[in-house]
């Protein structure tokens, strides 16, 4: 049996996120660990899954805070790497009135970018049943090589991959570069989820329906489609099915995407099946339950100290999953 349900690779940063100003005038961040493949975690983990990170921190006050963070959260932080060579990434994040986002980084280079492929724990990954990447680890080197070794390796040793692709223009040279990239990881997924806003970097299509036809006849058995209010589109082998948003009072949408992933990937886990052989009720309940926990998240200031527990989700369901 395999000892994680999940383990991620990718980025762990700083989410200074406004917060309001000082006496003074002067605008207040507030710290806040975050990272979309970190964040997935702590959804799977605050939900009850076992957890695994593949990572890189720089070795300053930033990167301790983060190894702290996700050990509080029962992450296995085996694999997360120290460098002296580079400062942990860090994202100031602005709001605006109806919760969303507009980012600068400073990660030129961040510790993630460094992580290289010798760096990477593969056994880690053969003891997983899934094994999740988003698309920030590509958009350098050597983290990018290190991504797509790591993802072979998942390939060739039967672990579920899971991609959660995340576009910031600011972190590209270019939109065709971001699109090359992202496009490489589409013959090693299993399961994706894209946002509507996505749909055009990952597909040659305009909307939900057809992106995910298209996807998943390029080989990808679960494709996910969220769309924001409106909830979210699964497609599996039995048909796509449409699943409502939960209503909720937002707050800050900073990961919403990856509570949305992480309940989605706990239900894959927990339910031990393939995602080809999902069926359009698991399907639907899944999508259900993670549509949940990203309702539960948008209330909430922050990503990973905003990742709803089992009994929260279960509760804005109003059934039981246990």
């Not at 507009?102 to 290289?116: H, I, Q, V, Y």
């Not at 698991?282 to 200031?301: G, H, I, P, W, Y």
Request: proline letters at 3%; glycine letters at 10%.
């Amino acid at each position: 049996m395999k000892k994680y349900d999940v383990t991620a690779l990718g980025e762990i940063l700083i989410d200074f996120t406004a917060a309001g100003k000082s006496d003074a005038g002067m605008r207040l961040f507030e710290q806040n660990p975050g990272g979309a493949p970190a964040n997935v975690l702590t959804a799977v983990s605050k939900l009850g899954g076992e957890t695994a990170f593949i990572g890189k921190i720089g070795r300053d006050m930033h990167g301790a805070f983060l190894r702290e963070t996700l050990k509080k959260h029962r992450i296995d932080t085996r694999a997360l790497i120290e460098t002296g060579d580079a400062f942990t990434t860090l994202a100031f994040v602005e709001l605006a009135e109806n919760g969303e986002r507009s980012f600068s980084f400073a990660r030129k280079p961040g510790a993630d970018t460094t992580l290289t492929e010798t760096e990477v724990d593969f056994e880690l990954i053969g003891d997983s049943r899934i094994f999740h990447v988003g698309s920030l680890s590509l958009t350098d080197e050597p983290a990018r090589q290190a991504t797509m070794s790591a993802l072979k390796y998942a390939s060739r040793h039967g672990v579920i991959v899971s991609y959660d692709p995340n576009y910031r223009a600011p972190l590209w040279n270019s939109r065709e570069e971001a699109v090359h990239e992202m496009r490489s990881v589409l013959p090693y997924a299993d399961v994706i989820k894209i946002s509507e806003e996505e749909i055009s970097l990952l597909t040659e299509k305009k909307t939900a329906e057809e992106a995910a036809e298209e996807l998943q006849s390029g080989g990808i058995p679960c494709v996910i489609v969220t769309l924001g209010s409106k909830g979210a589109l699964v497609a599996v082998k039995t048909g796509q099915i449409d699943a409502e948003a939960f209503p909720a009072k937002t707050v800050d949408t900073t990961g919403a995407g990856d509570a949305f992933m992480g309940g989605f990937l706990y239900m894959l886990a927990k339910s031990g099946k393939k995602p080809g052989d999902l069926s359009s009720d698991d399907a639907k309940a899944f999508t259900r339950f993670a549509n949940a926990a990203a309702s539960l998240c948008v209330e909430k200031r922050g990503a990973i100290n905003a990742m709803p527990a089992l009994l929260e989700v279960q509760g804005r369901l109003g059934k039981s999953y246990s």
